[in-house]
């Protein structure tokens, strides 16, 4: 029987990031009953240790800078370090869900900051969710740069996730009806917010992307209020549809702070779908 310090000990690898020069992942352990959480680097022969502020997570490598997110415990700040420079901050918010490359900028989905203190006025059905308390703030699309923070898109409703081949730009929200957590895919406006609907009748949508030519796909379903529903991988501009399986995109909330994600990637003809440990490809 393992004891409690054995299973203190585990310390537990996510937010794994492949790069042209090597694997960046988050690696987080316990200690004096807290958790830490750091970023480290994998050459294919050695491991280095990257950051040590030790609540630093969702390590991305993109043209020659990383970026990762850090928390002080009562906002999330998005750090930025190019080549061998300090980490510099580049932009705050009260939670950060999503980073992206966009052109020279960042597509990010992120919560604002909100006193806690203030009454709250529930006038939804869903006015609370679990891990995230009382909806005081939603999750909103927001573009960053050297010159700005600017707001894209956000309302009594959540943006889910974004994707981009940096001509077009789509969106997961619960727009249409945000209190039954339905779900659709719209292509933004990234200038002035404007919306087109991509996804036709009622379902969820639970990630995105976008192929480096501008094809869209999904995973999914258009199965109205079905939560049971076997979910797709979708092309909706194509009208085909792929079954994904009983347990494709299911996730398990645990206390074991793996950093399960579910996502969609596009590389070349194929399309990756990733969550917790599995890959599912479906060559199209």
């Known amino acids: 029987?393992?004891?409690?310090?054995?299973?203190?000990?585990?310390?537990?690898?996510?937010?794994?990031?492949?790069?042209?020069?090597?694997?960046?992942?988050?690696?987080?352990?316990?200690?004096?009953?807290?958790?830490?959480?750091?970023?480290?680097?994998?050459?294919?022969?050695?491991?280095?240790?990257?950051?040590?502020?030790?609540?630093?997570?969702?390590?991305?490598?993109?043209?020659?800078?990383?970026?990762?997110?850090?928390?002080?415990?009562a906002e999330e700040t998005i750090k930025e370090i190019r080549g061998m420079s300090e980490p510099r901050s580049v932009a705050s918010f009260h939670r950060v869900h999503k980073v992206v490359k966009y052109k020279s900028s960042y597509l990010v989905i992120a919560e604002e900051k909100t006193d806690k203190e203030s009454p709250?006025?529930?006038?939804?059905?869903?006015?609370?969710?679990?891990?995230?308390?009382?909806?005081?703030t939603r999750k909103g699309l927001y573009i960053v740069n050297d010159k700005e923070v600017r707001k894209v898109l956000s309302g009594n409703f959540d943006v889910n996730d974004v994707?981009?081949?940096?001509?077009?730009?789509?969106?997961?929200?619960t727009s249409t009806e945000d209190d039954y957590e339905l779900s659709d895919v719209f292509e933004v406006d990234i200038n002035n917010g404007d919306l087109k609907k991509i996804t036709q009748g009622e379902g969820i949508a639970q990630a995105v992307t976008l192929s480096r030519e501008?094809?869209?796909?999904?995973?999914?379903?258009?199965?109205?209020?079905?939560?049971?529903?076997?979910?797709?991988?979708?092309?909706?501009?194509?009208?085909?549809?792929?079954?994904?399986?009983?347990?494709?995109?299911?996730r398990v909330l645990t206390d074991l702070f793996d950093g399960a994600k579910i996502n969609l990637e596009w590389v070349r003809d194929s399309i990756y779908h990733t969550r917790a440990n599995k890959r599912i490809n479906i060559a199209l």
């Open 1 to 73: 029987m393992q004891s409690v310090e054995d299973a203190y000990s585990i310390r537990v690898i996510s937010d794994v990031s492949l790069s042209d020069k090597g694997v960046f992942f988050t690696l987080t352990s316990i200690n004096g009953g807290e958790y830490y959480s750091s970023i480290y680097f994998y050459d294919g022969e050695k491991i280095e240790r990257i950051t040590f502020g030790g609540k630093e997570r969702n390590p991305v490598y993109m043209d020659y800078r990383l970026i990762y997110i850090t928390s002080n415990g």
């Open 120 to 136: 709250f006025i529930a006038n939804k059905i869903k006015y609370r969710y679990d891990g995230r308390g009382l909806l005081r």
């Open 163 to 173: 994707a981009t081949n940096e001509s077009r730009v789509v969106v997961i929200t």
């Open 214 to 250: 501008g094809k869209i796909a999904y995973l999914g379903h258009r199965k109205g209020l079905s939560p049971w529903a076997n979910l797709e991988v979708i092309l909706p501009e194509e009208g085909k549809s792929f079954l994904c399986g009983m347990t494709c995109g299911n």
